[in-house]
T-cell receptor, first 110, second 112 residues
Framework: GQQVMQIPQYQHVQEGEDFTTYCNSS?????IQWYKQRPGGHPVFLIQ?????EVKKQKRLTFQFGEAKKNSSLHITATQTTDVGTYFC??????????FGAGTILRVKS | NAGVMQNPRHLVRRRGQEARLRCSPM?????VYWYRQLPEEGLKFMVY????????ESGMPKERFSAEFPKEGPSILRIQQVVRGDSAAYFC??????????FGPGTRLTVT
């Protein structure tokens, strides 16, 4: 079945440093979504990418969808303490269910 | 517009008892998804429902677990004869269009 791998599992950065998490799917995706979950909280939708090679920006966050629609990345420029949490990618190859990656836990030291 | 509501937020059950988890989707959302999350792990898809229909239950164990989304009322995830391994956070999400999903606060199930 479809699998979504996400790396790294953990990332500790100094406030102001950049952060990137990578997502790879075993199958070609129809779309990929990114979510953020704060400690003790629930996942919150960030963005959806649909087109091959698509790049979207939200303030300090940059999202990319690979040309083959099998990988994606989230890059945060100049991290802040409010960026702390777990970032999940989630891909769908059938339009019905999302398969989530295991997430990247981001810790930011001030 | 109220968000996705789940209750109870915390549920403690002894082994062998039944657990019923409720999810009220956002107003106007007809798609409901259930996920299970173990500590420091990702979300595992369990089931996708639309009103009165199960669309995809490929992530749900065949035994002891069932889900419904009746015409009236919340979606229910039911776990019969719970075991310790069922302890987890169960999240419900709703969507208006099978695009972005809006998650509820989750139910933390503890089986003693």
């Amino acid at each position: 079945g479809q699998q979504v791998m996400q790396i790294p599992q953990y990332q500790h950065v100094q406030e102001g440093e950049d952060f990137t998490t990578y997502c790879n799917s075993s199958t070609t995706l129809s779309n990929i979504q990114w979510y953020k979950q704060r400690p003790g909280g629930h996942p919150v939708f960030l963005i959806q990418l649909v087109k091959s090679g698509e790049v979207k920006k939200q303030k300090r966050l940059t999202f990319q969808f690979g040309e083959a629609k099998k990988n994606s990345s989230l890059h945060i420029t100049a991290t802040q303490t409010t960026d702390v949490g777990t970032y999940f990618c989630a891909g769908s190859d059938d339009g019905n269910k999302l398969v989530f990656g295991a997430g990247t836990i981001l810790r930011v030291k001030s | 517009n109220a968000g996705v509501m789940q209750n109870p937020r915390h549920l403690v059950r002894r082994r062998g008892q039944e657990a019923r988890l409720r999810c009220s989707p956002m107003k106007g959302h007809s798609h409901v998804y259930w996920y299970r999350q173990l500590p420091e792990e990702g979300l595992k898809f369990m089931v996708y429902l639309q009103k009165e229909n199960i669309i995809d239950e490929s992530g749900m164990p065949k035994e002891r677990f069932s889900a419904e989304f009746p015409k009236e009322g919340p979606s229910i995830l039911r776990i019969q004869q719970v075991v310790r391994g069922d302890s987890a956070a169960y999240f419900c999400a709703s969507s208006p269009s099978r695009v972005e999903q809006y998650f509820g606060p989750g139910t933390r199930l503890t089986v003693t």
